[in-house]
């Protein structure tokens, strides 16, 4: 299986997530659960991979709040609502912002069953299902790079450096291709030393059956509890550019949201879920293996493709025959759907219920 470009970076970074998936934390037992998601972050700041190393009771408990992700709105209104019924202005802190987003966000809890509602002389009430749990433990960002060079580590450098002063992860990682030769092992000298330093085995193009990696470098755990600073421009640190940074702060409240609605969205995604923005019902689409994960893979190109490029727009997009979707067609479907339903399956394994 040999890729060029892009897809090979996200050949690379599958192999990884699943690593991580397998083997997580690198050299240690492991003493919590543990989720994966990819193309995770902020508004300014986006990772490659996303590790949620999780408290196993909490995180059962958050089963009962559905498969979803909770955003900032929903958060506010599971995290406060009383365990007795009451008035929802009354029982909820101001939001500050209008209510009116409040009561859409509590009609779409009690759709989702994650919250109980009801009208009492016109007046909504709210009650909880259950406490929401303290489930998130600590949260990991690693960046893929397989083929390090010089520009590319420079790019690397600064990111992590911001990473670093902005400590919204509790560990900040790099992960790259081992090579023979340990060329890489020179530019990756050049990183914040607060960063850690995967080298990895990848079953990507090689006839590695199982990604492996080697910890180069252990990271420094970054100050998730105080202050972070936002670094918006960052000036060239040569003799040339003598123009001001410029940063902001981040409050240890704000981060304390950001990293809980991180946590959420990775609940909801995991890394497989690049079967969604994916065409599976393209008659070429397959499922190959690369080691012991599975990527997209494409029949007509013959090598995997990312998301960007299996579309509708495709030049070699075509639906899946007829006869290929009779049997249990709509609610089963192709082999597309079949795909979908491998994915989905091994995505819930990640995340347990309370009944389990």
Not at 6 to 23: D, G, I, N, Y
Not at 202 to 230: F, K
Not at 238 to 251: I, K, L, P, Q, V
Request: charged content about 30%; aromatic content about 8%; glycine content about 8%.
């Amino acid at each position: 299986m040999t890729l060029p470009g892009a897809e090979a970076e996200f050949a690379f970074e599958v192999a990884v997530c699943r690593w991580v998936e397998r083997e997580w934390p690198p050299g240690r037992d492991r003493d919590s659960a543990v989720l994966v998601a990819r193309q995770l972050g902020t508004r300014s700041r986006r990772w490659d991979t996303v590790v949620i190393e999780c408290d196993l009771a909490g995180l059962a408990a958050r089963g009962a709040f559905g498969e979803q992700a909770l955003n900032s709105d929903l958060l506010h209104v599971v995290r406060n609502a009383p365990a007795d019924w009451g008035y929802y202005r009354d029982v909820l802190p101001d939001p500050g912002y209008p209510w009116r987003y409040v009561r859409d966000a509590i009609h779409v809890l009690s759709a989702r069953g994650a919250l109980e509602h009801r009208k009492r002389g016109g007046r909504i009430e709210i009650r909880r299902i259950g406490p929401y749990p303290d489930w998130v433990r600590r949260i990991v960002a690693i960046e893929n790079k397989p083929d390090l060079d010089r520009n590319a580590a420079n790019v690397l450098a600064d990111q992590l450096e911001r990473d670093v002063a902005l400590g919204l992860a509790d560990e900040a990682w790099v992960a790259t291709r081992a090579t023979e030769d340990g060329a890489e092992r020179i530019l990756l000298e050049d990183m914040p030393v607060e960063a850690g330093i995967l080298l990895v085995s990848d079953a990507v193009g090689t006839d590695v059956e199982r990604t492996t990696a080697e910890v180069a470098w252990h990271p420094r755990s970054l100050a998730v509890d105080d202050p972070g600073t936002c670094i918006e421009e960052n000036p060239d640190s040569g003799g040339f550019d003598a123009s001001a940074g410029r940063f902001e702060y981040m409050s240890v409240d704000e981060k304390y949201e950001k990293r809980l609605a991180l946590a959420e969205r990775a609940y909801e995604r995991g890394w497989r879920s690049y079967v969604d923005a994916m065409r599976s019902d393209c008659r070429h689409f397959e499922l190959a293996s690369a080691g012991d994960a599975l990527v997209p893979w494409c029949g007509a190109k013959e090598r995997c493709q990312t998301s960007a490029e299996c579309g509708s727009s495709c030049g070699e997009f075509e639906p899946e025959p007829p006869a290929w979707r009779q049997r249990g067609w709509p609610i089963e479907g192709g082999p597309g759907r079949g795909v979908e339903r491998v994915l989905d399956r091994r995505r819930e394994r990640q995340r347990p219920t309370p009944e389990e």
